[in-house]
């Protein structure tokens, strides 16, 4: 102990020495005292307060004792700080750091695992969502619909027709010969033969409807509907075509 480097002396200054006790006291005494070479007396507890000591509890009876170093442990302390020269405060700050090193070295019970520690394990890597260019590329997202071409029309009754427009002004050529003069018609009868050729047209219309469905394979879905709507048509053109008869028995 005699061998201690004193304060001011040598290269250590006494600010310099009173940092190395106050760090290095704390540290040894725990090393001394969990290697088993200074014997530690604990307060003994009393009967109360051993029965009334819960697992990780704190308060009045359940607060860590400080404890004792033995008689030798002290001795030397004592005799490290008198060589030393320290101040009163000083000693006093290295008793009250010795004695927290010593309350430290006691070894805490193991508490529970914090709550955030096993949520972090139970997470799961989680895939991302987002598609790569090589998936998106290997469907049919990118593929053009093909292109269905509608019925085409018969062209040489295309111009048939627009032959008989132009030469006569009408789709349909007249019964008569072309010297022959046609007899002034009734406004009755001009409007039977209006609606005649109306309904006509309609069966037409509805019928290059269902052919243009048939092309699209949508033929399904509108059959039943132009099949009854046509057949109306034609029931009228029976109406029309009796009307007509009779016209002409009573004429005759």
């Known amino acids: 102990m005699s061998q201690v480097v004193r304060a001011g002396e040598g290269p250590l200054t006494q600010h310099a020495l009173v ?25 003994p507890r009393t009967a109360m307060q051993t029965s009334f000591k819960t697992p990780g509890a704190r308060g009045l009876w359940n607060n860590p004792r400080p404890t004792q170093c033995s008689k030798e442990t002290q001795e030397m302390l004592r005799l490290m700080k008198e060589e030393s020269k320290l101040a009163c405060l000083q000693r006093k700050q290295i008793n009250r750091r010795t004695k927290r090193g010593a309350v ?9 695992s914090s709550p955030l ?3 972090a394990q139970r997470l799961t890597p989680v895939k991302p969502c987002r598609r790569s260019a090589e998936s998106c590329r290997a469907g049919d997202s990118y593929v053009r619909e093909k292109f269905h071409p509608g019925p085409t029309r018969d062209l040489e009754k295309e111009k048939r027709r627009l032959q008989n427009i132009l030469a006569t002004g009408e789709e349909e050529p007249t019964a008569g010969s072309p010297g022959e003069t046609t007899e002034c018609c009734t406004p009755d009868e001009s409007e039977e033969t209006e ?8 069966i037409e219309e509805r019928r290059q409807f269902l052919a243009d ?15 009854a709507e046509i057949s109306q048509r ?5 109406i029309l075509d009796q009307a007509d008869a009779s016209k002409q028995g009573a004429d005759d």
């Open 213 to 227: 469905m048939a092309a699209l394979g949508q033929e399904q879905q509108y059959i039943g509907i132009i099949n």
């Open 104 to 112: 430290s070295s006691q070894t805490p019970a193991p508490g529970p």
């Open 234 to 238: 034609l029931r009228e053109l029976d």
């Open 195 to 202: 609606r005649y050729q109306e309904v006509l047209n309609e």
């Open 117 to 119: 520690s096993k949520c």
């Open 19 to 43: 940092r190395f006790l106050t760090r290095v006291l704390p540290v040894v005494t725990r090393q001394l005292i969990g290697a088993g070479e200074f014997p530690v007396a604990p307060f």
